[in-house]
Antibody
Framework: QVQLVQSGAEVKKPGASVKVSCKASGYTFIAYYMHWVRQAPGQGLEWMGIINPSSGGTSYAQKFQGRVTMTRDTSTDTIYMDLSSLRSEDTAVYYC??????????????WGQGTLVTVSS | DIVMTQSPDSLAVSLGERATINCKSSQSVLYSSNNKNYLAWYQQKPGQPPKLLIYWASTRESGVPDRFSGSGSATDFTLTISSLQAEDVAVYYCQQYYTTSSLTFGGGTKVEIK
């Protein structure tokens, strides 16, 4: 069965960076695009970007361009989301999600459990 | 970016009654070349990640009860729960994937029991 297991909660100071991982299993890793979505406490869902695990190609939401880097490691079937210059507004649960169809950007069918990132001085 | 606007922000419905959630996009998400609407619906319960309910505006995800249905086209979409059950209490989000470099979500609609 498809599983996405994310790394544990993080506490960071303003200005620091955080790297969240998402390990995939149960399917062909390179076949499906992977999304990153975040949710601030009590708020809605915010799409951050997408990575093609096969090529490593990425597309980022304009809001995060210059601050976010998404990468993958095909040897471990893991994707990473690195967010820099953290501020308090980045406090959120960060989710990875696998797309519905191979090679497509549609919607998130399978989701990780979420990683809480807290930014506080 | 395409802006997705949901209404209402919240609604309370009696058990067994119909719940209707609206989603409006700032531009059409209907792709003329394949006549598909690039819109999905999710359900999120407290403390859980979102769950995909519907994509292509009306294609129900495997395992989703048939009381959930999606309709609409171009800029106006609806998620209907035909007979609300207690386990349907959640926040529901629409999401467009027409602009593949910039997906966007609606603000969410909270569904409660009256």
């Amino acid at each position: 069965q498809v599983q996405l297991v994310q790394s544990g909660a993080e506490v960071k100071k303003p200005g620091a960076s955080v790297k969240v991982s998402c390990k995939a299993s149960g399917y062909t890793f390179i076949a499906y695009y992977m999304h990153w979505v975040r949710q601030a406490p009590g708020q809605g869902l915010e799409w951050m970007g997408i990575i093609n695990p096969s090529s490593g190609g990425t597309s980022y939401a304009q809001k995060f361009q210059g601050r976010v880097t998404m990468t993958r490691d095909t040897s471990t079937d893991t994707i990473y989301m690195d967010l820099s210059s953290l501020r308090s507004e980045d406090t959120a649960v960060y989710y990875c999600a696998r797309d519905v169809s191979p090679g497509s950007t549609l919607a998130g069918r399978y989701w990780g459990q979420g990683t809480l990132v807290t930014v506080s001085s | 970016d395409i802006v997705m606007t949901q209404s209402p922000d919240s609604l309370a419905v009696s058990l067994g009654e119909r719940a209707t959630i609206n989603c409006k996009s700032s531009q059409s998400v209907l792709y003329s070349s394949n006549n598909k609407n690039y819109l999905a619906w999710y359900q999120q319960k407290p403390g859980q990640p979102p769950k995909l309910l519907i994509y292509w505006a009306s294609t129900r995800e495997s395992g989703v009860p048939d009381r959930f249905s999606g309709s609409g086209s171009a800029t106006d979409f609806t998620l209907t729960i035909s007979s609300l059950q207690a386990e349907d209490v959640a926040v529901y989000y629409c999401q467009q994937y027409y602009t593949t470099s910039s997906l966007t979500f609606g603000g969410g609609t909270k569904v409660e029991i009256k």
